[in-house]
């Protein structure tokens, strides 16, 4: 499987994403909303884009489909529950789905609700386990639920799925948000000495040449992965002083969202 992040340089720090089989040069297009750039980088490949996979309905994720489609002839793959708000949706997705790329690629759809409920997650399995996870995680963060979501339902995709996958798994997500999400990690915990250490060179980062992160460094620096950290607690409890002692997880993190939204 061979990937390339394409950094949008929008003002909402969009990702874009192709994925394609070595052997046949076939690609899909994650949420290629700057055509323009998917296609030039694929052209530079010498790969042909037959599919789009959108992660879920928001335009900075779908806006680039109908271009797409016009120059490519591109299959458009998304969330079944997205078919009355993406256009031109050619094949809809559920759990355990797979796609196939070529010869040698094949995705799983994870379904995972909570930025929006209909939002796919796609898993490549293999030696290098990745993820491509949109507007669900972010490196050092959560997507809102602002938009058609439901906290509750982000936190049982994280537990119930994402903190369950391999912690070798690369993480592709939709933005780029990590320099700011840090900051948000080390205003809940303080003492995070990886945050800490990593945010002065994500600061300076060039996003064309961005960190991917894996799912383990996600666990130490993503403040929605430590729901049983003390210091989290500890802090959380300053601004909710009715907290228990040893609140659960789901507590934790509902809280912790309910705070980044006003940050
Ligand atoms: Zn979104
Ligand atoms: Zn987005």
Redesign the pocket.
């Known amino acids: 499987m061979l990937t390339e992040q394409i950094w949008t340089a929008n003002a909402y720090r969009n990702f874009n994403y192709l994925i394609a089989c070595g052997q046949t040069g076939e690609a899909l297009a994650v949420d290629p909303l700057d055509h323009e750039k998917c296609l030039a980088a694929a052209k530079a490949k010498g790969w042909t884009i037959t599919q789009i996979l959108n992660?879920?309905e928001?335009r900075?994720?779908t806006g680039g489909n109908q271009a797409m489609v016009a120059a490519t002839g591109a299959k458009v793959l998304a969330h079944r529950n997205a078919k009355d708000k993406i256009a031109g949706m050619d094949r809809g997705l559920g759990a355990r789905d797979v796609i196939k790329i070529g010869k040698t690629v094949e995705l799983e759809c994870l379904d995972t609700p909570g930025?929006?409920m209909a939002h796919i997650c796609l898993l490549a399995h293999g030696d290098k386990p990745a993820l491509f996870c949109?507007?669900t995680l972010f490196n050092a963060g959560a997507?809102n639920c602002h938009?058609g979501g439901h906290p509750a339902e982000l936190f049982n995709t994280f537990v119930g799925q994402l903190a369950k996958l391999p912690d070798e798994t690369l993480i592709y997500p939709?933005h780029d948000y990590i320099a700011n999400n840090l900051g948000f990690t080390l205003d809940r915990e303080p003492d995070n000495a990886k945050a800490k250490a990593i945010l002065p060179a994500m600061k300076a980062q060039d996003p064309t040449k961005a960190l991917v992160t894996t799912l383990a460094l996600e666990k130490e620096i993503n403040t929605f992965f430590r729901l049983t950290s003390s210091s989290v607690i500890r802090r959380l409890r300053e601004a909710f002083p009715d907290l228990p002692d040893a609140p659960d997880p789901k507590t934790v993190f509902l809280k912790l969202r309910e705070l980044r939204n006003k940050w």
Request: hydrophobic residues 0%; glycine residues 24%.
């Open positions: 992660t879920h928001h900075d994720h930025h929006t949109g507007d997507g938009n939709g």
